[in-house]
Nanobody
């Protein structure tokens, strides 16, 4: 049974930091590209960051220099370190796994940035 379980969301003031975690099970984690998406109210879901099985990373322009994605293949966990958070970062953040023509999603974790 495939599972992606996110944690680490919450409320923070602008300029603050949060670290999201996503623990995976049920598929060969180290072979998959792992992604973080987000969806703000009334907006489409967008790709925030990705990390390939080679550890190559890529980021949306809006988060470059502020967010960092990483993975621990032994722990089957992907992280998203978010620094200097802005109001526009408020969204539900989803963990996503892609590989071998398959795709899996987590349930999402809410991040709210507000003063």
């Amino acid at each position: 049974q495939v599972q992606l379980v996110e944690s680490g969301g919450g409320s923070v003031q602008p300029g603050g930091s949060l670290r999201l975690s996503c623990v995976a099970s049920g598929f060969p984690f180290s072979s998959y590209t792992m992604n973080w998406y987000r969806q703000a109210p009334s907006k489409e879901r967008e790709l925030v960051a990705e990390i390939l099985n080679t550890d190559r990373t890529d980021y949306a322009d809006s988060v470059k220099g502020r967010f960092r994605i990483s993975r621990d293949n032994m722990e089957k966990t992907v992280y998203l370190q978010m620094n200097n958070l802005k109001n526009d970062d408020t969204a539900v953040y989803y963990c996503n796994a892609k590989g071998y023509s398959r795709e899996y999603w987590g349930q999402g974790t809410q991040v709210t940035v507000s003063s």
